[in-house]
């Protein structure tokens, strides 16, 4: 298939179709259950989808654009699925309900039994019951009266669910302007350095005013920071990357040296202080990944490979969960100072990466106060309860398990029942339970998709994404100058591996750290960068496509 | 063109119309399949336009040249690098999306966290909320007799709901604490929450499941039974011999399941000692059966052959051995100074083992059970389901004996297990103690009235097997042992008529009261003293007395000692009709006095409440106009 413009609208239509299907699947499995889904939502999901898929044909007629699609496709597939699952999210009454959540629960239990009396009763047992006395018969959708959706047309049309992707497409198309002319690209290069410092305006205030890792609500207003930092560092990298071939006594000179470090420190201190632990793990790991493709000497390498696994080596010695600690010789000796300096925060989440079905003990430090506090808790409830616990202190055994579920390992422990329940090809869409889990909709959307979809759905959306990398790999391998190459690759690298994290942290192969998968978790500023970026891999890859042919020209004979 | 459209059936080609069926999940289940095959196809051809793009495209310059030197054009440190870097990158995704699979897949088999942490999942609560469970009907299986059902309430609630929330409650259980029937009936095999794929190629057609049980329960006889012990504490259970239904089983006080709801009613009935109205005492307390166990000696008796045996009472009582106090008759009084006054029961001469039961002689009992010795009294206690333990101390263990039961899953077995009854036969207790268990006192004294009903049932069952009871309708019945031979319970079915029939037995209030409606009933009469906690009238609080005792030290120290008294049980068992017994009933009223003065009367009020509901033998049949009118078509449909 060649990488023609029509052939990618077809398939671009070709999702908004399947799209278009799985809502009506949604709407279908909510009528089971006894409420409406909004009809407004669906159509907005699948007009902003529509939009995207007749975008290409205006930026091929008016832009003249000539990169690879495969690009631009594969992100709007990541997009669309994003969109099917909080459609599925946000229309459940008992998932955005704060108030009577348990009221929206009850009705849709008491929905199913209604339906499994209406199947399988006698006319006898209904009339018994005080039903219509109506012989066993299937059910029929039609004559009942499902909780109503009650989102206006304008409710939806101006929640941050529409204007956030609008926001996005246009950040993608003045991004795909800019990036790629070429005076931009040479201003940007100039001025390497002062990018960076542009980086550390919104860490400062984010480091200042917020607490947890989110800032303004749940606004994460460093993310637009990823693009000065990946583009400050290219610049820098462009540069150094020659001087850093040329070594003294086998060491490179310091001043080639120090911008370096300095880039290594930034992703590290600020949010070391905002205790975000997934955005430091992808700065670092787009960092890593800049700096070996652009330095050529191997022990160069080595050094930040080197020094990079130790560090992470550290962490984990420091985080391993007791009885592993115990069972290795000189383990605990090492991992005791390196437990003190990590912040309270980060042990939790390596306690529930490594051990996260074994709750600490109630006098572990960073557990304690919780566990003080739900006890308390209980306390009021039931007074007798520290007598009861005088008699049988194996209760207290159960009630840090029950501490430790309903707390902390209430959100990762429902995932991973929802990731098991799914099998190989889910529940189906609105027939699972993804509406346990708290915060489904950003942060945990890869545990609803793996409920509903199944390891079909994981499959696709990781060799989506596969996809997309791949193609900003190639972008970066045909570019022609190191500042783009570096550019290209940093941009895939970081969409890349914030859904690794992202994807790993929920699936337990890494620390779960509270970053959004890029396009496919609902989010602010999350989806708008990732969109600017998918408009900046797509100018790189343009201006490939355009060297090529003014090449071809030169050399025409 | 637009005509064709117009021909084509839009409605055949709904979705729900194509997948759905009957079955509502299959609409979502099968678009979800769909949609995952498209966006699979969607991704093969990104795929392929991706790999159409993977090879470089040429420059216009390299036409001419060598392969090896166009191979060697864009090879870069760089870009090896890129393509490494690219390798790294699909390795890694390729890896979490392992952890999925592992999830998934095995997580469910080899993570031992994980199983035993899976109550944790809110997912199974959710389904189990979600599916009602059955009905549960009497044994009549009728609609209005339903013991459990679901109604609305007022605010149009679907809630469960019981016809004798009071009379069944300890059968039925509650949520809390013991589980009864309601916990255990259901268990549901089938996975209630199946992948999309199963349910769009297994789930065809609405399945009618079936998951009412009808119960062995009469639902009148066990109210009936509420009723007769109302005020007093104790238990019956109503048991057919012949294939081991459980007709009745009621154990006085209860309490109601909408109480037990409630935490804190259910810790006050948790915490109300005097009367412990969650204890059923049908099947988990122990009283001394008294004269009644004479029952088990005379069974044990005849699987020895020595239903002959002759044994003189005295009137000093009988000494054991040596050195021993004496084992006397109910109507002889052995005074402090060891000697004896009063006559001895049906009078002194040697007595057979007929008359010894019709006027139950202690004297008689106890010489047998010495005769049969040890070894045969733990033979016979095997084939009835009572354990025979070496020492005392053993019989203080709590054992439950769910083994006893016929039911379809283990589960139910559990929740109904009686506490198991126990005897001692080992070579600690003297023989004098053995005396006394074989006439129902000593060391017998571990008997519920479950276990009784069950001796009960041995002669009753026409071939003298001890059938399993059961309490589900449906399930085959099934013997428990073979305990004595066809002939040897007529024999003693034969026995057991004298007491109620022949001048000078003890239960001959039963045929009073059974005169004139052609009924025969079999029985023994029971009175046993137990050493019971006083608890004050008022207060419910258990009453103590200053005492002192020895401290470690030596010290004298005050302490508050409950204060007892003897409670004297009053105890019948019976069987009716005495042609082919279709009832086996054990009553026991605690502190009811003599078992011939309150015990046997509600027997015969059982006997004759069965005969009104159609559950003896059709000759007994109420045959009064104005029976049959109150009843109308009940005695019909009785099987």
């Keep these: ?557 | 063109m637009l005509s064709l459209l117009l021909q084509i059936d839009w409605q055949k080609w709904r979705p729900e119309n194509l997948f759905g069926g009957q079955v509502l999940e299959r609409t979502p289940a099968g678009l979800t399949i769909v949609y995952i095959i498209a966006i699979g196809i969607i991704v093969g051809l990104l795929i392929v336009s991706f790999l159409d793009n993977f090879r470089r495209p040429k420059f216009p310059f390299e036409i001419g040249l060598p392969r090896e030197v166009t191979r060697k054009l864009t090879k870069t440190i760089t870009n090896r690098s890129l393509r490494a870097w690219q390798f790294v990158f699909v390795a890694l995704a390729l890896t979490v999306f392992g952890f999925q699979v592992y999830w998934t897949y095995f997580a469910d088999e080899q993570n031992e966290q994980f199983q035993a942490l899976s109550y944790k999942d809110l997912r199974t609560r959710r389904t189990t909320a979600a599916s009602l469970r059955g009905w549960m009907f009497d044994r009549t299986g009728k609609l209005e007799n339903a013991l459990a059902y679901y109604k609305l309430d007022q605010n149009k609630n679907i809630v469960r709901a019981y016809s004798l929330e009071t009379e069944m409650a300890h059968l039925l259980g509650t949520e809390r604490g013991t589980p009864g029937l309601e916990r255990t009936l259901f268990k549901r095999e089938a996975d209630p929450m199946p992948e999309a794929w199963e349910t769009l190629t297994k789930i065809r057609h609405l399945e009618h499941e079936q998951r009412d049980v009808r119960l062995t329960i009469d639902h009148d006889l066990q109210s009936f039974l509420a009723r007769q012990l109302q005020g007093k504490k104790g238990a019956i259970v109503v048991l057919n011999p012949q294939n081991g239904d459980v007709l009745a089983m009621y154990s006085n006080p209860s309490f109601s399941l909408d109480e037990a709801q409630d935490l804190d009613d259910y810790l006050k009935l948790e915490g109300n000692k005097r009367d412990k109205p969650l204890l059923n005492r049908a099947t988990r307390e122990f009283y001394v059966p008294g004269s009644t166990f004479k029952t088990f000696t005379t069974i044990s008796a005849f699987r020895s052959g020595k239903q002959n045996s002759i044994f003189a009472s005295y009137p000093g009582g009988y000494v054991p051995y040596r050195g021993s106090r004496p084992i006397v008759d109910a109507t002889q009084k052995l005074l402090p100074d060891g000697s004896v006054v009063g006559a001895c029961d049906g009078g002194c001469q040697e007595k057979n083992i007929v008359e010894a039961y019709k006027v139950s002689s202690n004297q008689y009992f106890a010489q047998l059970a010495i005769d049969l010795g040890r070894e045969r009294l733990r033979d016979t206690a095997g084939v009835l389901g009572i354990a025979a333990v070496d020492s005392p101390d053993d019989a203080l263990l709590q054992r439950f004996f769910p083994s006893i039961w016929n039911t379809s899953n283990p589960s139910i077995a559990a929740a109904l297990a009686p506490q198991q009854s126990a005897i001692v036969t080992g070579k600690d207790i003297s023989l004098y103690d053995l005396g006394l268990e074989g006439m129902g006192q000593g060391y017998a004294g571990q008997m519920t009235p479950f276990q009784m009903a069950l001796i009960a049932s041995v002669p009753g069952n026409m071939e003298g097997k001890l059938m399993k009871p059961r309490i589900e309708a449906d399930q085959p019945p099934e013997p428990f042992a073979q305990v004595l031979s066809p002939q040897q319970a007529a024999a003693l079915r034969d026995i057991m008529s004298t007491v109620t029939e022949e001048p000078g037995g003890t239960g001959t209030v039963i045929s009073a009261k059974l005169s004139g409606t052609g009924i025969r009933a079999g029985g023994k009469t029971g009175t046993a003293e137990k050493q019971a906690l006083l608890y004050d009238d008022k207060t419910g609080k258990l009453k103590t007395i200053k005492k002192k005792r020895k401290n470690d030290k030596g010290e004298l120290v005050e302490y508050d000692a409950p204060l007892m008294y003897e409670r004297t049980d009053s105890w019948f068992i019976s069987i009716a009709p005495l042609e082919r017994p279709t009832l086996s009933i054990a009553v026991v009223v605690e502190g009811g006095g003599f078992g011939a003065t309150t015990a046997a009367p509600i027997a015969a009020n059982i006997i004759l409440k069965a005969r009104d509901l159609g559950l003896l033998v059709d000759q007994y049949k109420p045959k009064t106009v104005s029976t049959q009118a109150k009843t109308p078509d009940k005695p019909k449909k009785r099987r």
């Design chain 1, 1 to 557: 298939m060649k990488n023609r413009t029509s052939s990618h609208f077809f398939i671009l239509a070709g999702i908004v179709i399947v799209t278009a299907i799985a809502h009506y699947s949604i709407y279908y499995g909510a009528l089971i259950r006894g409420y409406e889904t909004s009809t407004v939502t669906a159509g907005r999901n699948l007009l902003l989808l529509g939009l995207l898929s007749v975008l290409p044909i205006f930026l091929k007629r008016f832009a003249k654009f000539k990169g690879n699609w495969t690009l631009y496709t594969s992100a709007v597939l990541l997009f669309s699925i994003g969109l099917t699952i909080q459609y599925r999210l946000f229309s459940d009454p008992e998932y955005t309900s704060r108030k009577d959540k348990a009221e929206a629960r009850q009705e849709k239990i008491k929905t199913l039994q209604l339906h499994y009396i209406q199947e399988s009763y006698s006319a006898e047992k209904k009339q018994m019951m005080g039903l219509p006395a109506t012989p066993p018969s299937p059910v029929d959708l039609s004559t009942e009266s499902p909780r109503p959706a009650d989102q206006t047309i304008s409710d939806v049309l101006l929640s941050g669910n529409t204007v956030n992707p609008l926001l996005g497409f246009a950040g993608l198309i003045v991004a795909f302007l800019f990036m790629r002319r070429d005076d931009f690209l040479d201003l940007l290069q100039k001025h390497g350095f002062l990018i960076v410092l542009l980086t550390l305006v919104p860490l400062i205030i984010a480091a200042i005013t917020s607490r947890a890792g989110k800032a303004l609500g749940n606004m994460t207003p460093w993310e637009p920071a990823k693009i000065p930092f990946l583009i400050g560092f290219a610049a820098i990298l462009a540069i150094l990357y020659k001087n850093l071939a040329r070594t003294y006594w086998g060491l490179p000179r310091a001043k080639d040296v120090l911008p370096l470090l300095v880039m290594a420190m930034l992703p590290f201190v600020p949010f070391f202080v905002l205790k975000d632990f997934g955005q430091m793990m992808v700065f670092s790991a787009v960092y890593v990944t800049l700096y070996v493709i652009a330095v050529r000497r191997f022990s160069q390498r080595f050094v930040l490979i080197g020094s990079v696994v130790l560090l992470i080596g550290v962490l984990v010695v420091g985080a391993l969960p007791d009885k592993t600690q115990e069972e290795i010789p000189l383990l605990p000796m090492l991992a005791r100072p390196v437990r003190t300096v990590l912040p309270n925060r980060i042990q939790q989440r390596f306690h529930l990466w490594l051990d996260g079905f074994n709750p600490p003990t109630p006098d572990t430090q960073w557990w304690k106060s919780d566990y003080d506090d739900y006890y308390k808790k209980l306390i009021e409830k039931d007074p007798g309860l520290p007598q009861m616990l005088e008699e049988n202190p194996e209760l207290q055994k159960t009630i840090n398990v029950d501490a430790w579920f309903d707390i902390l390992a209430f959100q990762p422990a429902q995932a991973t029942f929802g990731i098991a329940s799914g099998g190989t090809t889910g529940r189906g869409l609105g027939l699972g339970y993804p509406e346990l889990i708290p915060v489904a909709d950003s942060d945990y959307i890869f545990a609803a998709l793996a409920e509903e979809l199944g390891l079909f759905g994981g499959l696709l959306l990781t060799l989506a994404l596969i996809v997309f990398v791949s193609a900003g790999v190639r972008t970066a391998l045909d570019s022609r100058d190191m500042f783009s190459k570096l550019c290209s690759i940093g941009l895939a690298a970081f969409i890349g591996f914030q859904a690794l994290v992202n994807i790993g942290g929920i699936t337990r192969a890494l620390p779960m750290t509270g970053i959004t998968l890029p396009f496919v978790s609902h989010g602010g500023f999350s989806l708008i960068t990732s969109f600017v970026m998918l408009g900046m891999l797509m100018a790189f890859s343009h201006r490939n496509a355009v060297d090529r042919e003014n090449s071809e020209i030169e050399n025409l004979p």
